[in-house]
Nanobody
């Protein structure tokens, strides 16, 4: 059984920073593409960032480029999302996701992933 457990969300003022973590429990994930998504109230779930299995290739949504950084530590079975210069429009529930079914370099659609975390709330006040 695979579990993805996010942590690190919270309330922060605009311009501040947060670091999200996602621990993958239950199976090795070193070969899996991983991603971070977010969903704000009334909106669809959207990709924030993605990484290939070793972290050498990454993808970022235009809205977070230059502010967010995705990384992974396979030895610790953990991926991270460093979020800097946060804006009120970054407020959402953030989810990490894993694709255990393919070895594709990067996965950017919600339907590409078969494991999801429970989500962690990020609230940015103005």
């Amino acid at each position: 059984q695979v579990q993805l457990v996010e942590s690190g969300g919270g309330l922060v003022q605009a311009g501040g920073s947060l670091r999200l973590s996602c621990l993958v429990a239950g199976r090795t994930f070193s070969g899996w593409p991983m991603g971070w998504f977010r969903q704000a109230p009334g909106k669809d779930r959207e990709i924030v960032a993605a990484t290939n299995w070793h972290g050498g290739y990454t993808y970022y949504a235009d809205s977070v480029k230059g502010r967010f950084t995705i990384s992974r530590d396979n030895a610790k079975r953990t991926i991270y999302l460093q979020m800097d210069s946060l804006k009120p429009e970054d407020t959402a529930v953030y989810y990490c996701a894993a694709d255990s079914q393919t070895t594709t370099l990067l996965r950017t659609g919600p339907d590409d992933y078969n494991y999801w975390g429970q989500g962690t709330q990020v609230t940015v006040s103005s």
